[in-house]
């Protein structure tokens, strides 16, 4: 079992950052791969960035040149940096940890910009 912990979210003006952080905790050593999920007002949940073991990086378009996805191995800590943050970021963040027989998810974080 793996459990992921998120923190971070908070309202922010257009423009502005923020720093959301993952802990893991559990069987870490099942972790193949971790990433941020979002899911906005009345919307599906979409997937915004992932980091593998390796340290390789993806991103959404939506995100891609604003969102930076950094893990700590040390620490069990994943890091999504979002800069430049828009409205339509506006949403609840889920950390997800992909296992090597199932995917793991944190309760999620709030994000509000305001325009």
């Known amino acids: 079992q793996v459990q992921l912990e998120e923190s971070g979210g908070a309202l922010v003006q257009a423009g502005g950052s923020l720093r959301l952080s993952c802990s893991a905790s559990?069987?870490?050593?099942?972790?193949?791969?971790m990433g941020w999920y979002r899911q906005a007002p009345e919307k599906q949940r979409e997937w915004v960035a992932r980091?593998?073991?390796?340290?390789?990086?993806h991103y959404a378009d939506s995100v891609k040149a604003r969102f930076t996805i950094s893990r700590d191995n040390v620490n069990n800590t994943v890091v999504l940096q979002m800069n430049n943050l828009r409205p339509e970021d506006t949403a609840v963040y889920y950390c997800?940890?992909?296992?090597?027989?199932?995917?793991?998810w944190g309760k999620g974080t709030l994000v509000t910009v305001s325009s």
């Open positions: 980091i593998n073991n390796a340290g390789t990086t």
């Open positions: 559990g069987n870490i050593g099942s972790i193949n791969a």
């Open positions: 997800n940890a992909e296992g090597t027989t199932r995917g793991y």
